[in-house]
T-cell receptor, first 114, second 114 residues
Framework: AQSVTQLDSQVPVFEEAPVELRCNYSSSVSVYLFWYVQYPNQGLQLLLKYLSGSTLVESINGFEAEFNKSQTSFHLRKPSVHISDTAEYFCAVSIIQGAQKLVFGQGTRLTINP | EPEVTQTPSHQVTQMGQEVILRCVPISNHLYFYWYRQILGQKVEFLVSFYNNEISEKSEIFDDQFSVERPDGSNFTLKIRSTKLEDSAMYFC????????????FGPGTRLTVL
């Protein structure tokens, strides 16, 4: 079975500051890794994903995440956050075969203060 | 841009009553999922559906739950006899194919069981 741990339930940062949201996973088989974002009163949106290849993946709005197999981590970073980044962020994994259900972490609420 | 829709946005019901949560996945998608999130807890996988049958279900998805794709466009989740602990946000998701990994989520239905 797979599991995902997001170590921080809430992360408050000031606008234009850097941020890192931590994610660790456990799995006995190879997995795909995802970060989803949920803005207030909206559904979950895919932010970025790691399937294979380069371990550093980027989103169109400046977020990046690095897959570290030895540390079983997939931390999300942004060098300079904006007020509009205020949201809940979910790390998730899925195995490569089968129904490819997503196994989520508990989420990290990112709050940007002006 | 195509999106997954869910109705109703909020459902209030009495314990023991049946509820049907409705979802319209993205047209031409082949894989369908239900997830739920109890307040303050992780997003949890309930069931996946492909080729008109359940492909995987979690331990949560017991005999009280059923899914159906009645008309080729809707995807429903039925809870036959609701319990207090069924109160949660229910998310529907769909995916285009087995080789395309992104699941697209709806905005969710908040179910409150009194």
């Amino acid at each position: 079975a797979q599991s995902v741990t997001q170590l921080d339930s809430q992360v408050p940062v000031f606008e234009e500051a850097p941020v890192e949201l931590r994610c660790n996973y456990s799995s006995s088989v190879s997995v795909y890794l995802f970060w989803y974002v949920q803005y207030p009163n909206q559904g979950l949106q895919l932010l970025l994903k790691y399937l294979s290849g380069s371990t550093l993946v980027e989103s169109i709005n400046g977020f990046e995440a690095e897959f570290n197999k030895s540390q079983t981590s997939f931390h999300l970073r942004k060098p300079s956050v904006h007020i509009s980044d205020t949201a809940e962020y979910f790390c998730a994994v899925s195995i490569i075969q089968g129904a490819q259900k997503l196994v989520f972490g508990q989420g990290t609420r990112l709050t940007i203060n002006p | 841009e195509p999106e997954v829709t869910q109705t109703p946005s909020h459902q209030v019901t009495q314990m023991g009553q049946e509820v049907i949560l409705r979802c319209v996945p993205i047209s031409n998608h082949l894989y369908f999922y239900w997830y739920r999130q109890i307040l303050g807890q992780k997003v949890e996988f309930l069931v996946s559906f492909y080729n008109n049958e359940i492909s995987e279900k979690s331990e949560i998805f017991d005999d009280q739950f059923s899914v159906e794709r009645p008309d080729g466009s809707n995807f429903t989740l039925k809870i036959r006899s609701t319990k207090l602990e069924d109160s949660a946000m229910y998310f529907c998701a769909s995916k285009a194919s087995s080789s395309y990994n992104e699941q697209f989520f709806g905005p969710g239905t908040r179910l409150t069981v009194l």
